[in-house]
């Protein structure tokens, strides 16, 4: 019996997953420069967490949520993570890790589960790389956070992305701002899809957001939230732009960016590229001042960020110099005192860190070195009987085609060797 993968679910395969672990490791390497620090947070948290700290009426906690009742007899409804800002966060609280050191800044990597409607770049269980600095307000640490994200890109070779920048306000002025939106698109309240209709009241700005084509038309003119800032956000965004013009990074504002969350305020952003088709957001993020505070923590400002792995890797394509690596050695062996000398062998040569692949079939000889070629190794080891008998084998260099003769007991050096010098 067959059985396939759930639609949206994914498995990432040889020949993909190098790209994968190239991303990651780039990832590693620039959050080290950055000084962050990893944290693993589960997978499944208390529904609560995800309806208070990404707002109930936001798409994914309305209907893209894996939730489900715990096996506890109490029924308490669970979640699988769509997003990591509140775990991590969660975890920063119940850890007081404010207690030791307020500014924290960690990354995180793995997968995130929304029920939305798989396509190109958009599946159900996806990979975030994520980070969040904790601790600091200053538009300093939001330029940083973008000159990380630029500098990321350009190690994995990543061209053609750009950075949508916005300001959301904060609880001083975005109070004025929604109060005149609101009003705005009660006048175009019959040009609106239902679900604008509906959420509108709870939450106006999000119909700045809607891809319907009817509600991008009715809000062409709707007010800015950039004329709306008070001295203290409009200060703050200037210096993050200022920043990063300081720095040569590139970007666009986009007063209609909102983000798909409620717990943004201030700097929100998002890298997009127009080779990903509807979803073209490859990394985004922002400030959430009030989210700490929120989740039972002191107040603590926050900013950060999440890249799509599936997105990134899309854009990134497969690369041979990606691949996994070759066999350093390929053992071809006919007969059977040459496939019992084998295992421990090859055994010895593995813990010396000489990487080996053998037959364990009793195959031609032809065809072993048919597959020595598939796997592309760099060498092949020819034994028999015969070389059993006389303690002698061949090693031959599968790219040269050169062929030499060595004892097998010095094997291990001649191959280190030749390692070394090819
Ligand atoms: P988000 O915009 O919901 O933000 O997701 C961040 C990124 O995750 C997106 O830009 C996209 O690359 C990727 N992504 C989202 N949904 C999917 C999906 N269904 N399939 C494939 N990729 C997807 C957040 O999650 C925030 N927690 C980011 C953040 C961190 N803000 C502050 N700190």
Redesign the pocket.
Known sequence: MKISAIKGFADILPGEIETWQFVEEKARAVFALYNFSEVRIPIVEKTELFSRSLGETTDIVEKEMYTFADQDGKGALLTLRP???AGVVRAYVEAELYQTEPVRKLFYLGP?F?R?RPQK????Q?Y?I?A?ALGRGDPFVDAEVLLLLRDFFSLVGLDGVILELNSLGCVQCRPRYRKDLLAFLKEREDKLCPNCRRRMERNPLRVLDCKEEACREATRGAPSILDYLCQDCRDHFETVQQLLRDSGVDYKLNPRMV???DYYCRTTF?WTSDRLGS?N??????R?DGLVEDLGGPPTPG??????V??LVLLLGAKESRQAPRPDLYVACVGSAARSWVIPAVHKLRQKGISVEMDGEERSLKSQMRRADKLKAQFVLIMGDEEIKTGKGILRHMDTKEQLEVSLRGLEEALLARKVSH
């Open positions: 997003e990591g800002t995130m929304r939305e770049g958009r599946l159900r996806f975030q994520g969040e983000r798909g969350l998002e979803q957001a490859v990394a985004a993020g922002g959430y900013i950060g960020f999440a890249m799509g599936e997105r």
